[in-house]
């Protein structure tokens, strides 16, 4: 089993920063990526960024330039530093690898931007 628990989510203005940490724990997949997810109510989630065990990074066109993937094996977290958040930023936030195991969602953390 694996466990994922995000963290970091809040309410920030148009133009805001924020930085979303997970912390990854029971029995982790090496040769998977590691991703963020995002979704609003009444619509699918959807791959935000991504990151290789190698570093390799790659992000959805609507965030590509603001937002930031990392990780850290060791300490099993991965984040997503957030800049120049806009109103369609707003959603709850989800980590997990990708693809993604769908058994295994955590709670996720609300992102809130208002302008």
């Known amino acids: 089993q694996v466990q994922f628990v995000e963290s970091g989510g809040g309410s920030v203005q148009n133009g805001g920063s924020l930085t979303l940490s997970c912390i990854i724990s029971?029995?982790?997949?090496?040769?998977?990526?590691m991703a963020w997810y995002r979704q609003v109510p009444g619509k699918q989630r959807e791959l935000v960024a991504r990151?290789?065990?190698?570093?390799?990074?790659k992000y959805a066109d609507a965030v590509k330039g603001r937002f930031t993937i990392s990780g850290d094996n060791a300490k099993r977290m991965v984040y997503l530093q957030m800049n120049m958040l806009k109103a369609d930023d707003t959603a709850v936030y989800y980590c997990?690898?990708?693809?993604?195991?769908?058994?295994?969602w955590g709670q996720g953390t609300q992102v809130t931007v208002s302008s």
């Open positions: 990151i290789g065990s190698g570093g390799a990074t």
């Open positions: 997990n690898y990708a693809p993604a195991l769908p058994d295994y």
């Open positions: 029971g029995s982790i997949i090496n040769f998977f990526d």
